[in-house]
């Protein structure tokens, strides 16, 4: 579907995440033509540029990080609607001529009054914004016209900002125009989770603890902190990537069928699913059911890199972990026994993110135990990215004259068994906020209970005092996270 007539307002559009993904993914939106003729893209920031500086920043972003191939003329035609305004988040005056630029492309490119306000802004910034868009009459009532609101993560810091922040958003956008970015959701490899479990009859008899040992959901990046010291130190690895990504993966990868793919009735489900994961309750339980790491000093990719307390703008006495691995069980009747272990962490061995469903082993092998030494239990691994597809790890006999066993892998590949290439997680999101579809946006109680499964662990990690374990940059993390796997008598898989 092609996004109706519309504008889009960036704040914070001087960030990375605006030039690395936001900007990019509205080229390729114009682009592969699913945006209206006179779509307009308006930044806002306090960086003293006119449109021409900024149209050339969006330019060279494009340039940089579109993955569609560079068209002059969709480009011209884009660049056509690009505006800037000037000012900081309290300037009255900013807003206003936010709102006359707007009204402005609503009468000369026929943008219909729709407007979209991204706010890629750090979280304390958001009632200033929220505000001042109240005020200067941006989200008031306009007539067929619709106004909605995009929040980027970090929704909160822990369930009570979150609260305080969902309502804060409620008292200025109705729940229907809110938009909670998770951009996991975006990606093709996550929504092709449900088409490969309700899609088939494979899958399901054996989804449940009578059949699975135990999930694996794993996020692992070879990159350090980079440039995002002041985002990510107090963040830490739990609160930026479990508390959003993982749990929606398992949210996913767990919950029952929806009666429909209506946004309503996927939301019931994952909530359902995410209302019943535990954690222990205990300090000593939660303890023993997680992990933390640091990541020190090592080589990778051939080249030395520095550990975390090293990095420009971390303090060298900071405590925040840049791995985390959590266990988490799920108590319903489909899911009781079986744990789910979630694990993310920066420079580790190598970028990937996959689901692994393990599967209990055969009650019985009629074979002599030398014969199926190398056989392990079977395995249906989602590989999310960046070798998009899908494995299964079963017996096999190897050629010869004993019956030996052992696992290899059946393939799915993304690449081999289609010719379109996936478009960018943003792309697809964007154009669900223009199309008004909110399928793919955590609401405020996905989000809130995602808090309560991390609040617990979080506080329990203040608790104890005690710091993240140091782990080489480029292994598979600190020792703990094995010592947690092994005390249940598994071990993590090598991705
Ligand atoms: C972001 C986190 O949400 O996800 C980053 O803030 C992380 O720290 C990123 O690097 C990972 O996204 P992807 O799509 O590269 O797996």
């Known amino acids: 579907r092609i996004a109706g007539p519309s504008s889009v307002v960036i704040f914070g559009v001087t960030g990375d995440l605006s030039r690395k993904k936001l900007m990019p993914a509205i080229y390729d939106l114009a682009n592969r033509g699913l945006l209206p003729p006179g779509f307009s893209l308006i930044g806002f920031a306090r960086r003293d540029w006119d449109d021409q500086d900024f149209e050339e920043e969006v330019y060279q972003a494009v340039k940089q990080y579109a993955r569609t191939p560079f068209s002059e003329e969709v480009w011209r035609h884009l660049a056509e609607g690009i505006r800037f305004v000037q000012g900081s988040f309290d300037d009255d005056d900013a807003f206003d001529t936010l709102a006359a630029t707007l009204h402005e492309l609503d009468r000369s490119r026929g943008t219909g009054g729709n407007h979209a306000f991204y706010l890629s802004i750090p979280p304390g910034a958001f009632p200033t914004v929220l505000r001042q868009l109240q005020r200067s009459g941006l989200v008031a009532d306009a007539g067929d016209a619709w106004r909605r609101v995009v929040i980027e993560k970090p929704f909160g810091h822990d369930l009570e900002s979150a609260q305080e922040l969902n309502r804060l958003v409620g008292e200025v956008f ?291 005092g005690t710091q993240p374990e140091q782990y080489t940059s480029g292994t598979w993390g600190p020792s703990s996270a094995d010592d947690l796997m092994a005390r249940d008598g598994r071990t993590w898989r090598l991705p």
Do not use: C
């Not at 399901?204 to 070879?222: A, G």
């Not at 597809?389 to 017996?395: E, H, N, P, V």
């Not at 892998?409 to 290439?421: I, L, V």
């Open 174 to 464: 109705p729940p229907s125009s809110v938009f909670r970015i998770d951009h996991y959701l975006g990606k093709e490899t996550v929504q092709n989770l449900l088409a490969l479990r309700f899609a088939n009859q494979l899958w399901e008899p054996i989804w449940n603890s009578h059949y699975v040992d135990h999930v694996q959901i794993t996020q692992s990046e070879d990159i350090g902190v980079g440039g995002r010291a002041g985002y990510y130190d107090g963040i830490g690895a739990a609160r930026d990537v479990i508390q959003n990504h993982l749990l929606q993966l398992l949210a996913l990868t767990a919950m029952e069928e929806p009666v429909s793919f209506e946004p309503k009735d996927l939301r019931t489900e994952k909530t359902k699913v995410l209302s019943a994961v535990v954690v222990p309750k205990d300090q000593a339980g939660i303890m023993a059911a997680t992990a933390r790491g640091q990541y020190a000093a090592g080589w990778q990719g051939g080249a030395k890199v520095p550990g975390y307390l090293e990095e420009d703008g971390i303090s060298p006495d900071s405590t925040t972990e840049t791995y985390a691995a959590v266990k988490l069980e799920i108590d319903t009747r489909r899911w009781a026994g079986v744990p789910f272990y979630l694990r993310t962490g920066k420079r580790l061995g190598k970028r990937v993110t996959e689901i692994a469903v393990i599967f209990k082993r055969a009650p019985h092998l009629p074979f002599s135990h030398t014969d199926t030494e190398e056989l392990g239990s079977n395995a249906l691994v989602i590989r999310i990215q960046p070798d998009e597809g899908t494995t299964i790890r079963f017996g096999s006999k190897v050629p010869g004259p004993t019956m030996e066993v052992r696992d290899v892998n059946m393939d799915f590949s993304y690449g081999q068994s289609f010719t379109e290439a996936s478009p960018e997680a943003y792309e697809r999101l964007i154009l669900d906020v223009l199309l008004g579809e909110p399928s793919l946006f955590p609401q405020d109680e996905e989000v809130e209970l995602s808090w309560k499964i991390l609040d617990p662990i979080e506080k329990a990690w203040d608790r104890s």
